[in-house]
């Protein structure tokens, strides 16, 4: 059984910094590509950025390119997203996902999801 646990939101200032984790297990990790997305109630999950198996390449959206970093450890089955220099419109629930493909940007190319944790930036 596959299963994605996310960790590291909270509640911080505009300006601060956050690294969320994502634990993955019962699937081979260094196989799949993994994407972070976030959303805010009544509005669709937005991709942030994804991170190729195969050659660990990374793909951002215009809205955290230059802020958000993704990275991965495979041998801790481990990804992360540093998120430097937030802002309030980051405020939502982030969700990593794994996925078969090689550079998947759309949430319907992920078969497996965490339950997410939730990022608010307020000051």
């Known amino acids: 059984q596959v299963q994605l646990v996310e960790s590291g939101g909270g509640l911080v200032q505009p300006g601060d910094s956050l690294r969320l984790s994502c634990v993955a297990s019962g699937l081979n990790f260094r196989l799949y590509t993994v994407g972070w997305f976030r959303q805010v109630p009544g509005k669709e999950r937005e991709f942030l950025a994804f991170i190729s198996y195969r050659d660990r390449r990374a793909l951002y959206a215009d809205s955290v390119r230059g802020r958000f970093t993704i990275s991965r450890d495979n041998v801790k089955n481990t990804a992360y997203l540093q998120m430097n220099n937030l802002k309030p419109e980051d405020t939502a629930v982030y969700y990593c996902?794994?996925?078969?493909?090689?550079?998947?940007?759309?949430?319907?190319?992920?078969?497996?999801w965490g339950q997410g944790t939730q990022v608010t930036v307020s000051s």
């Open positions: 996902a794994c996925s078969g493909r090689d550079r998947p940007s759309s949430s319907f190319h992920y078969s497996d």
